[in-house]
């Protein structure tokens, strides 16, 4: 029998100098992607963050009125580790962000803000694989995203935006999905892959609600075994994966 033919992952688009990373939660975007936005910004790109929620509902030993603070500084150090200097958080209640006008209003704010060409997120779909459930916040805000990206170039979509100052913005090319079971590209991942641990255990005050192992062997050993995966469809190299839509 044939064995099946791995299908090898494309480089990501290079002709871009601003992205703009939307996600729901604090730790989405380490535990997505940030070795290949180390090796961005290393490059000199621009990368904003802008969450969702504070993550407030994260950690069922403290309270969302002291975990949200505790997250949003957790999540500022951990973008600050791989060079980015702007987080932005939009302030949808954790656990139950609704996928509708609201939430496309403020990503599509935010993308005439930041005007970027390249737009970032997380799985949208139902599942992770078809193996696991994906949250309603993870799907709500990718799903969002996706629609966002075209309301922010129509200026008669949410007008009140153009009375706030934000014009139109047409110029995002991509979107790419991290953490997507159908991605078709993919990043290197091995000049970013040391920071993208040291960025995750940032989150520490999570992690260690998450999981009795040490840390750092738990941080190293995910990340390490996704980018290690995603190689295997990328000439060999250490790599993070998106499935990308043009624009």
Known sequence: MTE?????????????????????????????CSAAVAAWTDEGREVVYVLASRGEAGIDTLEPAKCGPLREREQRASAAVVGVTQVEFLDH??????????????IAAAIRRHRPELVITLNHRDTWGGIAWNTPDHVAVGRAVLDAAGDAGNRWIFPELVEQGLEPWNGVRWVAVAGSASPTHAADATAGLERAVHSLLEHRSYIEALTDEDPETYVRGFLTAN????GERFGGRPAVAFEVFSR
């Open 227 to 230: 980018a290690t995966a995603t």
């Open 4 to 32: 099946p033919k791995i299908t090898e992952l494309q480089p990501m688009p290079a002709d871009w100098q601003r992205a703009l990373a939307v996600v729901a939660h604090p730790d989405d975007l380490e535990y997505g």
């Open 93 to 106: 209640k954790d656990g139950v962000i609704e996928y509708g006008t609201a939430l496309r209003r403020d």
